[in-house]
């Protein structure tokens, strides 16, 4: 994560910019189970495709920003984690307690990632990549389950 942190830090100071290109994002949930060393991602989470959604995106940065999100919900989920991909968005679903005080604005979101499961990076990063796109990350509860979504524009 301290990798991923500077490298953000490079592109929010726009030392580094957006190697922007059109992929589908099915390829980039890929890659982000690369990053997390998931071989088989069937055994841990589900992948529902109801629209072959394509972004202009850097491939890099937003398999990470994936990677940080399911990531999250794998930790955290009581009950099998999904990523969706629909006409518009991506959504990263968990079964859990509802976040409080979320914010995406600092770093060290310890009322979500807790210090004994991580540092707080992960949103921050997250939210730092999404915005940087020009995308927007939105966080709902409902019913039980944390919803982040990266909406597409």
Do not use: C, W
């Amino acid at each position: 994560l301290l990798g991923e942190f500077t490298k953000i830090e490079r592109v929010t100071s726009n030392a580094m910019h957006l190697n922007r290109k059109k992929y589908r994002v099915i390829d980039i949930i890929d890659n982000a189970f690369d990053l997390l060393l998931i071989e088989d991602p069937g055994e841990m989470i589900d992948v529902e495709v109801q629209h072959n959604l394509e972004i202009e995106a850097d491939y890099e940065l937003m398999s990470i920003a994936l990677k940080n999100l399911i990531d999250n919900a794998l930790k955290y989920s009581r009950e099998r984690a999904v990523v969706s991909v629909e006409r518009d968005r991506i959504t990263v679903r968990s079964s859990g307690e509802k976040v409080e005080n979320l914010s995406f604005e600092k770093p060290f979101n310890r009322k979500y990632e807790g210090s004994e499961k991580g540092l707080g990076f992960g949103l921050y990063i997250t939210q730092n990549i999404v915005t940087k796109h020009g995308y927007a990350l939105l966080y709902e509860y409902v019913e039980g389950e944390n919803l982040f979504t990266i909406m597409a524009a």
